[in-house]
Nanobody
Framework: QVQLVESGGGLVQPGGSLRLSCAAS????????VQWYRQAPGKQRELVAT?????????IYADSVKGRFAISRDNAKNTVYLQMNSLKPEDTAVYYCRLVYTTGSSWGQGTQVTVSS
């Protein structure tokens, strides 16, 4: 079982930036897609960004974060990042990373992001 640990969340003012990290154990990390989801209170979990496996990795974003968020991966460190810029109050949520593999997926425990003045 792959273990995922998110970090980097916190309280930030509107317009600010945060970088989330998702660190994984296990050798399968580098050969599988990784996704960031978020869940705000009372709302369904929402897919925010995806990065595919391989060198470079193709990236896909939800319309709500396109142009503001950037997902990247460092396979040597078994880590995926989510750089979040121009944050808005509606970005407030618990952010989760998810590793997708052929027999299922693994989730992290989540990290809280709060955007408020």
């Amino acid at each position: 079982q792959v273990q995922l640990v998110e970090s980097g969340g916190g309280l930030v003012q509107p317009g600010g930036s945060l970088r989330l990290s998702c660190a994984a154990s296990g050798s399968i990390f580098s050969i599988n897609p990784v996704q960031w989801y978020r869940q705000a209170p009372g709302k369904q979990r929402e897919l925010v960004a995806t990065i595919t496996s391989g060198s470079g990795g193709r990236t896909i974003y939800a319309d709500s974060v396109k142009g503001r968020f950037a997902i990247s991966r460092d396979n040597a460190k078994n880590t995926v990042y989510l750089q979040m810029n121009s944050l808005k109050p509606e970005d407030t949520a618990v952010y989760y990373c998810r590793l997708v593999y052929t027999t299922g997926s693994s989730w992290g425990q989540g990290t809280q992001v709060t955007v408020s003045s």
